[in-house]
């Protein structure tokens, strides 16, 4: 058994399928899955303690993905690539969405509030969202934009400052 098998076995059978050909963004997610888990409770991060370690080491160091294990990630999120990725702890990302590499997801002051983005989000490379906002269901960001608004639902969005393009239909 390889370690892409391994990985595999460590999410459910509908999220693996959407990493083929992308072992980054699988082993990024299966580890952050784990470090999450741990991160639940005082007993599991004495016992893991090891995968946390190892956790911020690859992930912060060697592969330059900022991405706490208290932020809260739904169901089948891909990252694509991921290097230059940053996302503040308190981010919120729903289920379905796909994240691309130099993407900053954060506040504008310190102890500010940061971005919840719903299910089926496509965020672009090189974008930044930031601030207490909101990005709605099944909205498209386009790359290099800079998000510091609320984005309704089936909105495409692009630009820096971002403006809606149009909506899907």
């Known amino acids: 058994m390889d370690i892409t098998s391994v990985l595999y076995v460590s999410m459910t059978k509908k999220e693996s399928h ?16 784990v470090a999450h888990n741990v991160s639940s409770s005082k007993i599991k991060r004495i016992l893991f303690c090891p995968i946390w370690i190892l956790y911020r080491l690859v992930f ?24 230059g ?17 130099n993407t900053t997801i954060g ?10 983005i719903y299910d089926g989000v496509d965020i672009g490379a090189n974008c930044v969202i930031i601030g207490e906002i909101v990005i709605g269901k099944n909205v498209t960001i ?9 984005i309704p ?7 820096n400052p971002a403006r809606i393009l149009k909506y899907k239909e």
């Not at 208290?70 to 991921?82: A, S």
């Not at 386009?142 to 609320?150: F, H, I, Q």
């Open 18 to 33: 959407i990493y083929k050909g992308n072992f980054k963004g699988l082993l990024f997610i299966s580890c952050y899955r």
């Open 60 to 83: 912060n160091w060697i592969l330059g993905i900022d991405v706490s294990e208290h932020t809260q990630i739904g169901k089948n999120c891909v990252v694509w690539h991921g290097v």
């Open 85 to 101: 990725l940053i996302i503040h702890p308190q981010a919120i990302i729903g289920d379905n969405c796909i994240l691309r590499h």
């Open 107 to 116: 506040n504008t002051t310190s102890g500010g509030g940061a971005p919840i």
């Open 142 to 150: 386009g790359a290099g934009s800079v998000v510091t608004k609320n």
């Open 153 to 159: 639902d089936n909105a495409i969005v692009i630009g």
